[in-house]
């Protein structure tokens, strides 16, 4: 049973696939809250490199040595989704100056859609700033070695 005091965090994306830049903020997240769901985003108009389901796996691989991260995945609105699971903070991570712009006008429109729902910004550390799935598929594609942008665990499950 849940306690309704608990610190609720979701950190939602695509994380087609999950990078090492996405892991730094949720082990930061994760020492914040009391509970972090990392929760994959369905989008049937994209079609990514990996199923949601794969993601979902991939995930797990990694974080597997967090309690208390949980992985789900979700369609439609993120702050309903948050609102469903009884979240109060929505989890962001920034690279660089460019994720700003784009992400507080993502926390603002959540904001409008509910009051009780905060947004947290959390910046990967500097190592992980040029990091970014889009360059690990691009990697992945042209045969190229994943292995210093991607968690150690599910470097094999890639390369298949």
Not at 83 to 93: D, E, F, H, S, V
Not at 147 to 160: A, N, Q, R, T, W
């Amino acid at each position: 049973m849940e306690n309704k005091n608990q610190k609720i965090a979701i950190y939602p994306g695509s994380f087609d696939p999950i990078t090492l830049g996405h892991l730094d903020v949720l082990r930061d997240g994760a020492k914040m809250f009391d509970k972090v769901i990392i929760a994959v985003a369905e989008n049937s108009a994209k079609t990514g490199m990996f199923s949601v389901e794969k993601r979902k796996e991939l995930i797990k691989e990694s974080v597997k040595d967090i309690p208390n991260v949980e992985v789900d995945s979700f369609e439609g609105l993120t702050i309903e989704y948050a609102k469903k699971k009884g979240a109060t903070i929505l989890l962001r991570g920034l690279r660089a100056v460019s994720d700003f712009e784009y992400e507080m006008q993502l926390s603002q429109n959540n904001r409008a859609l509910c009051e009780d729902i905060k947004t947290v910004f959390l910046i990967t550390r500097p190592e992980y700033n040029f990091i970014s799935s889009s360059a690990v598929k691009e990697i992945l594609n042209n045969g190229g070695d994943v292995s210093k942008f991607v968690p150690s665990e599910i470097v094999g499950m890639l390369k298949k």
